[in-house]
């Protein structure tokens, strides 16, 4: 407010040839900068201390089992990129509980996925449930669609999974369930919420009963948190700004202009899985910060990296399915060298 209020002085004080106030804005923008700045290292640093050592001991399914809740007859691209960009980021199995329509296409993109054509069926809740005790993390909505049969069983498994305290991710469609009724995640701390605008601006307004303050909005992700009990929220954007409803952090990780569908399904994918690493870790690895908001940060930048790698290469022809092929590459270069 304080800032804002000296821009409005700023064209009279300049037309009286008043230069202070001028001084003072721009110590005050690049100190905000050098401070953003030097956030971002540390928070790459805590993002490498999460990350579990590739060691020969270790069995099959330790480094991550995700599961993800989507895929019907019109979306089954969606679940795919999550659950593909879950095992490219490091998880050892990665499952797709879908309708029974998307199973077979799903299944034929990739040989590597565990596809349960469940979502659609009268026991959709209680198939989910008897995979829980062998998931880490849960990736919610992508391609999920609006169907209420499906919505119904989907709310069946958010509650299932709070119960077993398992971390989940909640994006897309899964988003629109959660704004119909914000219950369903209020107050669950292990909860991150992955918002583009629009989205955000509908949950805002379920749960705020305002609309959103669209001159303040790094406040308006940290109050959306904080009204739904301090769960993790990341609102998408030209700068993605993550908040716990005590910290807000800003990722701006050079990415690139395309807008292509699928990347956000990357970033769920990639989150479901830092998540798991995060909680794990503990925050003892996170110098005291919320192990959450270092996972949510990490599959930021990683898939602004993927993006800008791609986006050199393709240009305007880059699509989601090129960023995952930079995965790889994009990860060593921000967390391993
Ligand atoms: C959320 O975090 C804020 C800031 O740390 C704190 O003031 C508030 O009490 C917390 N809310 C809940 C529900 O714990």
Known sequence: MVVLACVGGLAARAALGFPACRLVLERAFSLHKAHSIKVMEN?????????PPL?????KGQDGRIGVVGGCQEYTGAPYFAAISALKVGADLSHVFCAKEAAPVIKSYSPELIVHPVLDSPHAVRDVEAWLPRLHALVVGP?????DVLLENVKGILEASKARGIPVVIDADGLWLIAQQPSLIQGYRKAVLTPNYVEFCRLYEAVLRDPMDSRDPDGAVLRLSQALGNLTIIQKGERDVISDGDQVLVC???GSRRRCGGQGDLLSGSLGVLVHWA???GSEKTDGVNPLLVAAFGACALTRQSSSQAFQKYGRSMTTTDMIAEVGAAFRKLFET
């Open 279 to 281: 909680l794990l870790a």
């Open 43 to 51: 928070t790459f640093q805590l993002v490498r201390n999460i990350i």
């Open 55 to 59: 060691t020969t001991k270790k069995y």
């Open 143 to 147: 391609g999920l669609g609006r169907d």
């Open 252 to 254: 701006s990780q050079e």
